[in-house]
């Protein structure tokens, strides 16, 4: 009982603590927990249960500082706009609600999803591997062609994240996507907020209440995107987010957030699964996975338990900081924390990454506050993943 209790305990505080720090990915602990792998004979099952306790409790956690600071990692960036706007109204913890609501509706909907993906998914794969770039190729299309603000700007910044990208993962560098996605989604923001000078007004704790209709976009987009994101490399839970809401029809901000809360659980959840059909690592957990063991099926049936005790346990805790954060937050100056933090950011990518890293960080950042500026969807800055991924895939 011990080696299943305190791996669950742990893997909960570990993705709190990746959840709530800036910078501090879960990719990163998932190399450390690597390193201790190859040099300790632990239980497959106690490693098991860490990694994916710390993966399920970390995309509950990592909306409170892209709600509540402006630092948000790749899966919550575009949660930053919608959850800015209900913060500065005094309804930060109601945002933060919004996005746990989503990721509730991501674990009930593992029902659904999981007979879809065991059954279906292995007979198209082949197809969908072949054809994989032109699909990527149609997707950045669809996007483009919906943006509403200005479709040759959005050109523009995906292009030049996609040049950045490029140059960033042929360099030899620890880490690559640390500086990259950090400056892209992270300082980037965190300097526009400090360059508004934003004041936080004191936030309300209110009952949460909700029409349940406005559930039935988020839902129904989260069983159509997620298994296409899961399977394609590079699509991330803001594209994911970006593609239900066009099929789904307008969401509004509420909305939204639900949606994205609810894509980045599942899109986390659903890559053990990719992992147990493709031998695919579709995030860092599931690579961590993947070089300790081939998934059995009942290696799969832990982490499905696994997920849903995980997911029990990472809700009150967020709910409890973020009530937390919230009675408090109007009585710090926002732009020393805004500070603060830049500061720490910049601490830790150079110690992972180097001088290098730094510049990397720099430019990103630049590229960021560019799009910000442009007042277009900060999604079109993951042009430096999904770029690279098309010419990979590419048959010539």
Not at 118 to 142: E, G, K, N, T
């Amino acid at each position: 009982m011990l080696n299943l209790i305190l791996p669950l305990i742990l893997g909960i505080l570990a993705g709190t603590f990746t959840g709530l720090i800036p910078g501090i990915h879960i990719n990163l602990v998932a190399v450390f927990v690597l390193s201790i792998a190859y040099i300790s004979q632990l239980p497959i099952t106690t490693l098991l249960i860490f990694i994916v306790t710390m993966a399920i409790t970390h995309t509950f956690l990592d909306f409170i500082p892209a709600i509540f600071l402006g630092a948000p990692d790749e899966d919550t960036g575009l949660g930053v706009l919608p959850g800015h706007e209900l913060l500065l109204e005094g309804n930060g913890h109601h945002a933060l609600k919004l996005t746990l609501l989503g990721s509730t509706i991501a674990i009930i909907s593992l029902g659904v999803i999981i007979p879809i993906f065991i059954l279906l998914i292995p007979r198209i794969y082949p197809f969908i591997q072949r054809m994989m770039a032109f699909l990527l190729i149609w997707i950045v299309m669809f996007l483009i062609y919906n943006e509403r603000s200005s479709k040759m700007k959005a050109i523009i910044i995906f292009a030049l994240a996609g040049f950045l990208g490029l140059s960033t993962l042929n360099l030899n560098i620890n880490q690559p996507l640390l500086p990259l996605l950090t400056g892209l989604f992270g300082t980037s923001t965190i300097m526009h907020s400090i360059k508004s000078r934003t004041v936080v007004p004191e936030q309300k704790i209110k009952k949460f209440k909700i029409n349940k209709k406005e559930l039935i976009k988020p839902t129904l987009a989260t069983i159509l995107v997620s298994p296409i994101c899961s399977l394609f490399p590079g699509l991330g839970s803001n594209q994911a987010a970006i593609i239900g809401s066009e099929i789904t029809g307008k969401l509004n901000r509420e909305q939204f957030l639900i949606l994205l809360g609810s894509i980045n659980t599942i899109v986390m959840s659903v890559s053990f699964i990719t992992l147990f059909l493709f031998q695919k690592s579709r995030t860092g957990a599931a690579f961590a996975i993947s070089q300790i063991t081939q998934l059995s099926t009942t290696n799969l049936t832990t982490i499905l338990i696994t997920i849903l005790i995980s997911a029990t346990i990472a809700i009150p805790i967020s709910l409890i900081i973020s009530k937390l954060v919230a009675k408090h937050i109007h009585k710090i100056n926002y732009t020393k924390i805004s500070i603060a933090i830049l500061i720490f950011l910049i601490i830790i990518i150079t110690y992972f990454t180097g001088v290098l890293g730094l510049i990397i960080l720099t430019v990103s950042t630049i590229l960021g506050l560019t799009c910000i500026e442009f007042q277009i969807r900060r999604g079109f800055l993951m042009g430096a993943i999904l770029i690279p991924t098309i010419i990979f895939y590419l048959p010539f």
